[in-house]
């Protein structure tokens, strides 16, 4: 066995499992703040990085672009916690499920349909193809990159939900809507701020897999990749997505190149499912989870 | 002004469950079979029967199959495609493997097949509900797709990955045109349509919707999780098989396992969720309007603007719509045309006296 081999493939999972802890963040933050999961996560992703790029493309400078973007997914946010969550409150959880599964067609469409439907280069100056050298092992630079700001919005997140009036809200929302409301908490407000900040991570999430992949439609199926990992993490915890996201991406790069080829390759599909099937057989909640209890 | 069922006393508690109580729902039941078998196949043409109404009669097939799942044990599922896929592989292979088996009895098989493949996905609702639930079946998705696009054993070793159906006959009559193929579908889709109309009113539809409702409660008073659970997965994936088997021989000519893709999967749920959730006249009103809308979006584009939109356009726009029409449903009619229907009725029934 090649250990230096190993190695990059490793290192090269945990940095791609960082990606899709970008996108599984988007999730976890509107499922702690209100107990919807939210299908449409991906839709938001193309749709950020689609705004975002043709905003490039006509010559404004990138933090105006990136600016601009940022009041529009607000602006997004307001509309759904207004057409969308609003006239559903109180309904079962899993018709808030397909509502999201709706709102994803819908802003796919609309996503392509104000903009278009072109592969867009999207370049932030960084090569995609330099690498940095470890021994005999190579690895990408530009995944360290994404993977340093993944860990960074991490970090901003988690102190943000630690020290602010609005974070100590949110989880106050999160732990229990009632008793939030009681002591004065907003709810539509704090639902507004949520989905703008899952619309920021996915802003940011966009732009990364954006210069990595081109931005097109493609991106929305990301999410879908993001799905096991939040099964695995576990719903309710933003270190859970970041764990769940290096398990994943290692398990499913290591499982390419060291199954894969018995079994006819491009397993990378349906393995991080598999996985997932078997944390949700073992421990429904995740690893990172909150208990799930049933009150009758 | 519409109907009275006045007079139609129920004497016993069979009569008062019957399939059809009232006389006049009979008759109406029957009417709309004879314009079915009669009237549709003496007027449509070949493009009203091939593109629009044998894929329609397939997909409620599929539909159907997903709403005993979904609308009347409240499991949901996002692998139909799959099951569908296993469906149409399936008796492809035993048609494949053994040439001289007739091809309802290959259907069979793979509405068999598919009930097992199905049970063992299900396995995990036993552990999990709601979307984990659905997570669960989405593997099954990802998997099955895959199996049948990496192992060339389920092609049968075909090159492209893609195979003709095998010719289908019946009693001496070849199934190749699109009136014969219609008849063919119409008779297995209104079979099926009975099969679970009765079913969801027997024991088994009536602990199918005790687990939906509440699944502790219907196992406190004597449900049978599991049994009941795995066959909601056994009965809905076995009709979902045989919608596949009909959508690869019958609509399609073709065996691919392209043709069941995640897209497919979401296009049968929103029929369920559209038409509405536990009711078998849902199932077809929903998929009716899955299949007509696009037709109608294009037309409505194309006269509009004159022919200048481009098809690109009409597709987005045709996301935006289903979208926006699966919100909506759920926002005002979560039980969905079905609902609408039913109440169109009740008003009509009474109508024009207020009470």
Known sequence: ?296 | MFYREAGQFKTSYKKDQAILPIFQDKIAMVAMLLFCFIVIPLFANDYWLASILVPFLALSLAALGLNVLTGYAGQISLGTAAFMAVGAFASFNLQVRIPEIPFLVAFLWGGLCAAGVGILFGLPSLRIKGFYLAVATLAAQFFIEWLFTHFDWFTNYSTSGVITAPPMTLLGFAIDNPLSKYFLVLSIVVICAFFVRNLARSEIGRAWMAVRDMDIAAEAIGINLMKTKLLAFGVSSFLCGLAGALWAYVVLGTVEPQAFDIARSFEILFMVVIGGLGSVSGAFLGAGFMILLPILLNNLGSLITGGTISTETIAHIEYMVFGAFIIFFLIVEPNGLARLWQIGKEKLRLWPFPY
Not at chain 1, 267 to 293: S, T
Request: with cysteine; charged share 15%.
């Open chain 1, 1 to 296: 066995m090649d250990w230096w081999f190993f190695l990059e493939v490793f290192v090269g999972g945990l940095l791609s499992g960082v990606m899709y802890s970008l996108v599984a963040l988007g999730f976890v933050l509107i499922f702690k703040a209100s107990g919807v999961f939210n299908f449409a996560q991906g839709a938001m992703v193309l749709f950020a990085a689609l705004t975002f790029v043709r905003l490039l493309e006509m010559g404004i400078p990138m933090l105006a672009a990136i600016g601009v973007t940022m009041v529009i997914m607000v602006i997004l946010a307001i509309a759904i916690e207004r057409i969308v969550l609003r006239p559903l409150v109180n309904q079962d959880l899993i018709i808030l499920f397909m509502a999201t599964i709706g709102l994803n067609y819908f802003i796919e469409g609309m996503a392509q349909l104000v903009w278009d439907s072109k592969v867009h280069v999207l370049d932030l100056g960084i090569d995609e193809y330099d690498a940095f050298e470890i021994g005999e092992a190579f690895i990408n630079k530009f995944d360290v990159y994404a993977a340093l700001i993944a860990g960074g919005l991490v970090l901003v997140l988690s102190l943000f939900f630690r020290y602010t009036v609005i974070g100590r809200a949110l989880r106050a929302v999160a732990d229990d809507h009632q008793a939030a409301l009681s002591v004065g908490i907003p709810l539509r407000t704090i639902w507004i701020y949520v989905w703008s900040t899952a619309g920021i991570v996915a802003l940011v999430a966009g732009i990364v897999w954006g210069s990595k992949l081109g931005v097109q439609f493609a991106i929305s199926s990301v999410a879908l990749k993001a799905i096991p990992v939040l099964i695995i993490g576990g719903f309710t915890s933003v270190p859970g997505a970041i764990l769940g996201g290096l398990i994943v991406g290692c398990g499913e790069k290591l499982a390419e190149v060291y199954l894969g080829g018995f079994v006819g390759g491009a397993i990378e599909n349906w393995f991080p499912y598999m996985l997932a099937l078997l944390v949700l057989m073992i421990r429904p909640e995740g690893i990172f989870g909150e208990k799930i209890i049933e009150r009758v």
